[in-house]
């Protein structure tokens, strides 16, 4: 059984920092790309970043350039979000997701699993 499981959600000030970790079992974690995604209330989740199985090149959202990196650590079938410089707008469950390609999707149809995800506020 795949499971997916995110931690280190929580409320934080405005210009603020938090990592995001994703713990993935039951599945090959070097055979997946991992992304991460957003949900703000009222609106569509949306793709934030992503890291490739093998090249561990990344893609990112223009909204997250330059303040979220995303990492991987095959060893610890662990991805890592690291955001820093919060803004309220950021204000969101994260949800992380694997997808067995080699590439990086930003659709939510593309991955195969799909963490319960954690809960991010920024306050201003």
């Known amino acids: 059984q795949v499971q997916l499981i995110e931690s280190g959600g929580g409320l934080v000030q405005a210009g603020g920092s938090l990592r995001l970790s994703c713990a993935a079992s039951g599945l090959t974690f070097s055979d997946y790309s991992m992304g991460w995604f957003r949900q703000a209330p009222g609106k569509e989740r949306e793709f934030v970043a992503g890291i490739m199985r093998s090249s561990g090149a990344a893609k990112y959202a223009d909204s997250v350039k330059g303040r979220f990196t995303i990492s991987r650590d095959n060893a610890k079938n662990t991805v890592y979000l690291q955001m820093n410089s919060l803004k309220p707008e950021d204000t969101a469950v994260y949800y992380c997701?694997?997808?067995?390609?080699?590439?990086?999707?930003?659709?939510?149809?593309?991955?195969?699993?799909w963490g319960q995800g954690t809960q991010i506020t920024v306050s201003s």
């Open positions: 997701a694997a997808d067995r390609v080699s590439f990086v999707f930003t659709t939510i149809g593309a991955y195969d699993y």
